[in-house]
């Protein structure tokens, strides 16, 4: 029905990623060169939203996490593979209020949180389930339910959020399928999230 109302031939194109916990707390963006496709030349896009790594972003209420010492996301996304520089969720962007997932710098794929990096893997352009969980004394990177390391937990009030950028930077090259992000510690219910999500995308590793 969406290749339908887009047309043979034509881009659909993303203005809102609509917050589904009854917050109203929508991922945005107004410009539409700056909009992400769902559908390219009349076919639907596979794995999600496609952001072309130039200039495509939604942008997230600062609400959406009120500290970042207390804070859990879990993202579904397919990177071009390769050598680049960009991020595919960015709850905050600020000095020592850092949290980014799925940052691929380089030619490896990173969580990013307050000035420490975890590596996940390598860009090795396959679709991955990226977790972060906050609570407590750390701060913990999980990549396909598999912890990847842990850095200190810092406090500090957040800044704006993006999906397919950081903040207007480092724009995101790649598909992103699924965004769930809790302003709380949800390290007791971690696996039974990433389970559900697992199920949700069976092609996940």
Excluded: C
């Excluded at 850092?98 to 000035?115: C, E, F, Q, S, W």
């Amino acid at each position: 029905a969406l290749v339908a109302f887009v047309g043979s031939g034509n881009d659909g194109l993303v203005t809102i990623w609509y917050d589904q916990s009854g917050n109203g707390r929508n991922a945005t963006q107004t410009t539409i060169d700056n909009q992400p496709k769902i559908v390219i030349s009349g076919s639907l896009v596979p794995n999600g939203l496609d952001f072309d790594g130039s200039n495509d972003d939604l942008d997230m209420p600062s609400t959406i996490i009120s500290n970042i010492n207390s804070a859990s996301a879990f993202l579904v996304s397919k990177d071009a593979s390769g050598f680049a520089f960009d991020i595919a969720l960015s709850l905050s962007m600020g000095s020592g209020t850092l949290i980014d997932l799925n940052a691929h710098l380089g030619t490896a794929l990173v969580n990013r949180y307050g000035g420490e990096g975890i590596t996940l893997g390598s860009a090795d352009g396959a679709k991955h389930l990226t977790s972060l969980v906050v609570g407590d004394s750390n701060a913990e990177s999980f990549q396909d339910g598999i912890s990847k390391g842990t850095t200190s937990a810092v406090s500090g009030y957040t800044a704006s959020g993006t999906i397919g950028s950081s903040n207007g930077a480092l724009f995101y090259d790649g598909q992103i399928e699924e965004v769930i992000i809790y302003d709380s510690n949800q390290g007791s219910n971690r696996v039974a999230l990433e389970t559900n999500i697992q199920s949700a995308y069976p092609t996940l590793p």
